[in-house]
């Protein structure tokens, strides 16, 4: 069964702290998101990465940043967590040339920032 | 600036109801999917439309693509508690974008 494995279901951390965020998909799919949703925003997209070592900003990538240094692994970086950064945080996946076939999401980390 | 409104934003009906969830947009897409997302957990797709007027069936539920590819709306015949989640949609614009934007979701409750 393919699948995108996100290294915590529940995180809380103190502001201030850097925080890491593991993504791995099994898929060989060249596209990778993370996306945070929050409660009548729906999901807003933060970086994404269409290669190793490539990477893009999304709608909101301001206190964030990413690594991508393998082809299956995905890592959002929180440099310094802020209580508004307190979220429901959610991996995804694509191949580059099939986007009608849409995402794979890992099953996401609720990350509290005390 | 949302390029998919969904509505309702709510939802909370009686098993064996049906309803219908509709996802609207200015925009034309090349390609639209819907996604439902159970508490706690990330978003699974139901189904990819791709051709303007497409209707697709999932058992009890039918998904159809407008015409102009703009818009799309998810139906579902006697509805159960187990279809209770966040109804999401999500298109890809024309022109070969492959981030897709999603639209705020439908929640849906269904009670036994």
């Known amino acids: 069964d393919v699948k995108v494995t996100q290294s915590s279901r529940y995180l809380v951390k103190r502001t201030g702290e850097k925080v890491f965020l593991e993504c791995v998909q099994d898929m060989d799919h060249e596209n990778m998101f993370w996306y945070r949703q929050d409660p009548g925003l729906g999901l807003r997209l933060i970086y994404f990465?269409?290669?190793?070592?490539?990477?893009e900003k999304g709608d909101i990538p301001e206190g964030y940043s990413v690594s991508r240094e393998k082809k299956e692994r995905f890592s959002l970086i929180l440099e310094s967590a802020s209580t508004n950064q307190t979220s429901m945080y959610l991996c995804?996946?694509?191949?580059?040339?099939?986007?009608?076939?849409?995402?794979?999401f890992g099953s996401g980390t609720r990350l509290t920032v005390v | 600036t949302q390029l998919l409104e969904q509505s309702p934003q709510f939802l909370s009906i009686q098993e064996g109801e049906n309803l219908t969830v509709y996802c609207n947009s200015s925009?034309?897409?090349?390609?639209l999917q819907w996604y439902r997302q159970e508490p706690g957990e990330g978003p699974v797709l139901l189904v990819t439309v791709v051709t303007g007027g497409e209707v697709k069936k999932l058992k009890r539920l039918t998904f159809q693509f407008g015409d102009a590819r703009k818009d799309s709306s998810l139906h579902i015949t006697a509805a159960q508690p187990g279809d209770t989640g966040l109804y999401l949609c999500a298109g890809a614009a024309s022109g070969g974008s492959y981030i897709p934007t999603f639209g705020r979701g439908t929640s849906l409750i269904v009670h036994p």
């Open positions: 995804a996946s694509s191949f580059q040339d099939r986007v009608r076939y849409g995402y794979t």
């Open positions: 925009s034309v897409f090349s390609s």
């Open positions: 990465s269409y290669d190793v070592k490539m990477k």
